[in-house]
């Protein structure tokens, strides 16, 4: 009988790490967001408007000046003083004090800014991550505190829009000060911009030369056409911010955070 | 089954509606299904009352090139004195700031020049404009923007796109003389323009305006902030209240009593005065009016055509304008007012004109005669 027992024992501790890998860990200071649907501000010329996004992992804040010291610790090639004019503007990490030193020591803890596009894939690419596509962002900034769906939560977009309005601009802020939303994410809406990854596609919805159906031109009224949801001024913001950009741009209020992709076994049985 | 005292009724109505029916025919002729939608065949000429503006634009050679003297309202730049066209820099710096929308209470503007409203650009019609717009790397926001003087797409909003950081240059021919209002055309634009990104630029005609004394800068606009009128604090935008085009604020010049007490208009009895009268909207139509003055002249509109004397008050469209020009003929305080009163009394759409010196009877003489009034058959004492 005690064989039996020994034998049960010794084989719940051979099953139990079998168990925990069937069910990755989630990446530390990341969390899984859940495949769901959500409708794009511009729809495609050949979607119907609903957009499916799989379960993915999201980092639960965004990049800090202090993760990216690290990155370029590491990196040489993407220090202030070595980084080709390719990849970044001449005002690249402009806030810190030099090359490998932040400066003021307040910046550890808050978004890093002045980064570019490239730079922000990079420093994906050393972590085994990369940046989040824009509907996978939208559809995790789209929660509210309670549910996934906070435009069912009244005054939702009315809040996003009182946060985007602060001044001085919020970069100034430490990431995680914040109330979670319901994924347990911080910061998506009033800290930074957050490059994604294809942010040019934000307002293209076919070959623009021939597409009847949308102004690409895209500004004073003519902005609404096609558009999913006339009062989601907060939304417009970001489209129109993400396709104000180009890939090398630094700006003093884009930053970053990544996703990652959830090992496949893993998202089919959750 | 049909009588014969229903029949004939009915015969009655059917010859009725054909015949009807022909005479319409007759009268508005048979048109071609061929023609492009909108086209006007015209039979013979227009009286030459009506001879409509032929479109044909003034387009000189430029000489030189100079750099635009710009003002914050109510000022005005002074009227351009060269008599050929020349390349025009104007540079124009978009500035997101905290600013005070009446006594203790805070808002957002958004601004092209620092200030609400934006700028007055003021070219003669032909000039070539180079445009420097500059986005201040400390906004949050990408901005454009839209002269409505442009001839090309978007107004310029097109060739103005910048995120904060950036400076986009472009050019375009002043080749249409008029007021102009130009305003932020950046999605979502009823939010850009309800933060405070607007203003005027005038394309002088070629052969000037008529001299006046004085000019200044008004510009009606409103405002929805998420607190009510008067609210202190900071306030936000209300896209609620945007959409119902229900503002709390309806100011001349960017705040409630931009244009009282310190910061007043004056003239002197006996002066002419042109108002540049501009409209950001971003909804509502001002029905601009001075209290105690009649406009001997209105440009309507904005356009080149003085097309209407003594006129009490004019009609000004969000994104549009009107010139009104009055000769001052008595002293005293002169209200400029949105007619739509609630607005002028209860939202701010109040500014003054103050205007001292000598007094002058002959047109105006004051109150004469003060005393008691009883209706006919009263007696005192009795109720």
């Given amino acids: ?270 | 089954m049909n009588t014969p005292n229903t029949t004939k009724p009915f015969v009655m109505t059917l010859v009725t509606g054909m015949s009807l029916l022909v005479v319409a025919l007759l009268l508005f002729g048979y048109r071609s299904s061929s023609e492009a939608p909108g086209t006007v065949s015209v039979a013979g000429e227009a009286p030459a009352a009506f001879a409509p503006h032929d479109g044909g634009i003034y387009l000189p050679e430029i000489r030189g090139k100079e750099v635009a003297q710009l003002t914050a309202a109510p000022n005005v730049p002074p009227p351009i004195a060269r008599d050929y066209a020349t390349r025009v820099v104007v540079d124009l710096e978009m500035v997101e700031a905290t600013a005070e929308l009446a006594d203790g209470v805070e808002y957002n503007v958004w601004t092209f020049g620092g200030e609400v409203p934006g700028t007055f650009i003021r070219v003669r019609e032909g000039d070539l404009v180079e445009f420097h717009l500059q986005n201040h790397p400390d906004n949050t926001f990408p901005h454009n923007i839209d002269l409505h003087a442009v001839t090309g797409t978007g107004g310029g909003a097109e060739a103005s796109l910048v995120v904060p950081g950036k400076e986009a240059d472009f050019e375009f021919r002043a080749i249409k003389p008029g007021l102009y209002v130009y305003h932020c055309a950046m999605a979502p634009v009823g939010m850009h323009i309800a933060n405070g990104m607007y203003g005027l630029i005038l394309v002088e005609p070629k052969e000037g305006l008529p001299p006046v004394d004085r000019e200044f800068y008004v510009m009606q606009s409103e405002f929805y902030t998420t607190g009510a009128m008067g609210e202190k604090g900071f306030q936000g935008f209300d896209i609620e209240k945007a959409v119902r085009e229900e503002p709390e604020y309806v100011v001349f010049n960017g705040r409630v009593g931009a244009l009282t007490g310190a910061g007043a208009l004056a003239a002197k009895p006996g002066e002419t005065v042109r108002l540049f009268v501009g409209n950001g909207g971003p909804n509502l139509t001002s029905s601009f009016h001075v209290i105690g003055e009649v406009f001997d002249t209105v440009y309507g509109e904005g356009g080149t055509l003085a097309n209407q004397h003594n006129v009490q008050t004019t009609v000004v469209p969000p994104g549009g304008s009107a010139m009104v020009q009055f000769k001052i003929d008595v002293p005293g305080k002169y209200t400029l007012v949105d007619h739509a009163i609630f607005r002028a009394f209860n939202k701010g759409a109040i500014g003054i004109l103050n205007v001292e010196g000598e007094e002058n009877p002959e047109i105006y003489a004051g109150q004469t005669v003060l005393k008691d009034y009883l209706p006919e058959g009263s007696q005192r004492g009795t109720n």
Wanted: aromatic share 14%; hydrophobic share 45%; with cysteine.
């Fill in chain 1, 1 to 270: 009988m005690r064989y039996v027992l020994a034998s049960l024992v010794l084989l719940g501790f051979l099953v139990l790490p079998l168990c925990a890998m069937a069910q990755p860990a989630v990446p530390e200071g990341m969390v899984r967001v859940e495949g769901g649907t959500y409708t794009p501000l511009y729809r495609g010329v050949l979607s119907d408007g609903i957009q499916q996004v799989e379960a993915f992992y999201l980092d639960a804040r965004p990049v800090t000046n202090a993760d990216f010291l690290a990155f370029v610790t590491a990196h040489p090639e993407w220090r202030r003083s070595q980084v080709k004019t390719l990849f970044a503007e001449v005002d690249y990490l402009e806030h810190w004090a030099g090359d490998l030193d932040l400066g003021d020591p307040s910046l550890a803890e808050r978004p890093v800014v002045n980064v570019s596009w490239f730079a922000a894939n990079a420093y994906a690419a050393w972590q085994g991550k990369r940046l989040p596509t824009v509907a996978e962002w939208e559809y995790a900034a789209a929660a509210g505190r309670s549910r996934p769906d906070g435009h069912a939560e009244g005054g939702f977009a009315q809040r996003i829009l009182q946060e985007y309005g602060r001044r001085p601009a919020t970069a100034r802020l430490h990431v995680g000060a914040g109330e979670p939303n319901y994924w347990g994410v911080y910061d998506l809406h009033g800290l930074v911009w957050e490059w994604v990854y294809d942010f040019n596609s934000a307002l293209v919805t076919g070959e623009s030369r021939n597409n009847t159906d949308l102004d690409t031109g895209l500004y004073c009224g003519s902005a609404s056409l096609g558009a999913s949801d006339f009062m989601d001024y907060a939304a417009f913001l970001r489209f129109a911010l993400r396709s104000s950009l180009e890939a090398r741009y630094t700006m003093r209020n884009v930053g970053f955070r990544l996703a990652a992709f959830i090992p496949a076994y893993a998202s089919r049985h959750p």
